[in-house]
């Protein structure tokens, strides 16, 4: 599926769209929660001891990846960060303006080594691998990037779950296909396997939610527009409201699932 041309260019278009729709919520969501800039920190104590001066982070969204890695460095790295929707980076280039070596590029992330021709200590993909399509290609360009020693450091989403780790969505909702993003974990894991000189770690984040939690995660039009493709985003919200109640209802406690991949360049 992640191959096809035609679905690619499809997926890409709706991603855009619903990332432009999804700036300003997607900004609450983070003030209120935190999560994309936990997810970001805890990628930077994974990679320890590297210290990445020269950094490229594909997907920055709102810029909340961004800035976490410029602060989480003492030397100030020098960021180039990319992605596809002009609604999100603007807020990005608002989130970071006077922080001197951060860069913004509008584009797309299978297409990095026609923007990029320097080399970076590490490529961070946090929370934006799994929303891209031919995400093999964007995966072997970025590593063709990354200096001897370098690191290339993932976050993946996974799912909401019980305290068995069962998928939460797929017990309560048996018939509802529900795969956020375009890729699966394991195509992921063969991809960064069949890199030649990397060698990769994963480490498992599980941490627990609540419904209100779930209900403004899902009430980000990029998130709900998994669950609900068809349906224009007004009429979501009901529709997401009762589908936590019900998850949340019938599941407790719930859990959040991310995989975080660190794969090393020798
Ligand atoms: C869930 S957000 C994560 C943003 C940011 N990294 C953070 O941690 O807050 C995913 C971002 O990936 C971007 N994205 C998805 N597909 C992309 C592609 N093919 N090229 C560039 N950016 C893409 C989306 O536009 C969105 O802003």
Known sequence: MAENNEFAGRFKKAIERNFDESAGIYDAFEEKHH???TLTNRLCELIAPNEPERILDVGCGTGISTLALYNAYPKSPIIYAIDLSEAMLVRARERCK???????????????????HEKFDAVFYTASIFLIPRFSESIAQACGLIIPGGVLAISFYTGIFDDSREDAINRVFPDMKYQYGAVAFPELMECLDAQKSYKGTEVDFHFEINREFLFDFLSIPA??????????YIQRIPLVREFCDKLAGEVSPLFMGWKFVISRKR
């Open 35 to 37: 999560l994309f800039g």
């Open 98 to 116: 006077g922080h001197s070596g951060i860069y913004f590029v509008r584009g797309d992330a299978e297409q990095l080594s026609s923007y990029f």
């Open 223 to 232: 998130q709900s527009a998994g669950l609900f493709p068809k349906v224009p």
